[in-house]
């Protein structure tokens, strides 16, 4: 028999879950007489629920608990000394040691001269306030030379004051890709680009223009992969030539795109994507919130990727989701403005940095090199894509992409023909059989087709080949179900 940490029993919390709770993204009507299901319990990765069944998350909640759920207790000593020195103070003027610490920290994995940390309370928030940083930077750049000139030689530098004094056209305009999702909040959802939960909450913030993603596994057939991120790169150029480039802040992009299935970028992608930012003079961020802190085999996917990131958001892996804190990376280019006379970024959070959450933060980082984490992903990452691969052997599996320990499996009708499924056959097969089947076999993974269908994968970074073959057995079993239940 389970103990729960409730002191509710299982009936009284499943009517208090349909009374009184709202769950994110979720078809409460599919509640109104079904269980909800309730997790009590973790340890490594595997979870419990309020019947004792138990679970391989080889989700990691939301690709986000990369240590798994084993180190509670080392976590919550953290946060209770601090708790006891400083429960709160703010970072609006004022800053406390753990912040301090924990910029110190975070910076030093970072690739480049990423020095500065802004710190938010999580990934749509440090999406939120890249852009606003983007918005400002160039706003703030431009009135750090017009002070440059001032008091100069006036006889002698006319032209170049005049010059500063000409309003330029304000940059604000971004460039995400396609499918790709970065937030909730109203400027990381203008970013989304996913149309069906953009929709009900139009109009958003201008402008956006999405471009192509770098899904190899759709691109024409016969194109080369060079081919292929030369047409990638020139898109990129003709949307930037077409909304003004003196209008244009922000380019944002994924170093591994979640939403659609894990797209890793073609040969040359990156070097191509850095030099056009820097020959219009455009801020380029990268959004890690899923793929940093060992996610994808390094602190920073920026680094595996040699993307040079001006500015990076990050969040999920910060406290392996042991604590709500996000972060905005910035270059010493972008942070250099701010820094004089009267300069500010306008922009705070209450809880950025907020000493318990640092706290959390700071002992996870610990544990991860003590337990040489982004290592093992890094070792296993060939075994664990060798295992998925197995399942290329099925005809409703057309493709198995990603890189680190985050994973896509793409579905199809035809593996030969690529043939995806239409609408209602996604229906059916993502949430009519999958989903339910997936969790009634004890596996917790994600059913997708905000994209192609697809069903992704991204286990704690603990994870050892047990737990893989246990994903890919579990898989291979609902999926050859599926595909019988598919008529393939």
């Not at 499943?14 to 994110?24: D, F, I």
């Not at 979870?47 to 919550?76: P, Q």
């Not at 030099?275 to 940093?292: F, N, P, Q």
Request: glycine letters at 8%; a negative charge.
């Amino acid at each position: 028999m389970s103990i729960t940490s409730t002191a509710l029993s299982h009936e009284e919390l499943q009517r208090a879950a349909r009374e009184h709770l709202w769950m994110h993204f979720t078809r409460m009507g599919g509640y109104a007489q079904a269980d909800v299901p309730i997790i009590v319990r973790g340890d490594g990765c595997y979870l419990e629920d309020t019947n004792g069944r138990r679970y391989l998350d080889a989700l990691a909640g939301l690709f986000s608990v990369n240590l798994g759920y084993s180190y509670g207790e080392e976590m919550g000593q953290a946060a209770l000394e601090q708790m006891r020195e400083l429960p709160f103070y703010t970072n609006w003027t004022y800053a406390h040691p753990r912040a301090i610490e924990l910029a110190a920290e975070v910076t030093s994995l970072a690739p480049g001269d990423l020095n500065r940390a802004f710190f938010v309370s999580g990934g749509s928030e440090a999406v939120e306030s890249a852009w606003k940083l983007a918005r400002q930077f160039y706003l703030a750049r431009g009135e750090k030379r017009l002070r440059s000139r001032v008091g100069s030689a006036p006889e002698r530098e006319h032209d170049a004051i005049a010059a500063n004094l000409r309003t330029p056209p304000r940059r604000y305009k971004a460039i995400t890709r396609q499918t790709a999702y970065h937030g909730t909040t109203f400027g990381a959802l203008s970013l989304t680009g996913i149309p069906a939960i953009r929709v009900p909450f139009e109009p958003l913030v201008p402008e956006v223009r999405n471009v192509r993603n770098t899904n190899r596994y759709r691109r024409p057939e016969g194109e080369t992969e060079e081919e292929f991120t030369a047409d990638l790169l020139d898109e990129l150029e003709r949307t930037i030539e077409a909304m003004g480039p003196e209008t244009v802040c922000l380019v944002h992009m994924e170093p591994v795109q979640n939403s659609g299935g894990a797209f890793t970028a073609p040969i040359g992608y990156w070097k191509g994507v850095r030099e056009l930012c820097d020959r219009y003079d455009i801020l380029l961020s990268a959004d890690e919130v899923i793929t940093g802190f060992g996610r994808i085999g390094a602190w920073f996917a920026s680094a595996r990727y040699d993307i040079r990131p001006d500015i990076v958001t990050c969040a999920k892996g910060l406290s392996s989701s042991y604590a709500a804190i996000g972060a905005v990376l910035a270059t010493d280019r972008v942070a250099e403005p701010f820094l004089e006379d009267a300069s500010m970024y306008t922009h705070g959070i209450t809880f950025g940095g907020h000493p318990v959450q640092a706290a959390i933060a700071l002992k996870n980082i610990e544990i991860m090199k003590r337990e040489r984490v982004v290592e093992h992903v890094r070792d296993q990452e060939s075994t664990f894509r060798a295992k998925l691969e197995t399942l290329l052997d099925l005809e409703i599996v057309g493709d198995v992409r990603g890189a680190g320990f985050f994973y896509a499996l793409e579905l199809v009708k035809d593996a030969g023909t690529k043939q995806t499924f239409d609408d209602d056959e996604c229906e059916a097969l993502l949430r009519g059989y999958l989903s339910p089947a997936f969790f009634e076999a004890g596996l917790i993974c994600r059913a997708d087709d905000r994209g192609d269908p697809v069903v992704q994968i991204s286990p704690p970074l603990v994870a050892t080949e047990k737990e893989m073959d246990e994903i890919v057995g579990i898989l291979g079993e609902v999926l050859t179900e599926a595909q019988r239940r598919m008529g393939r």
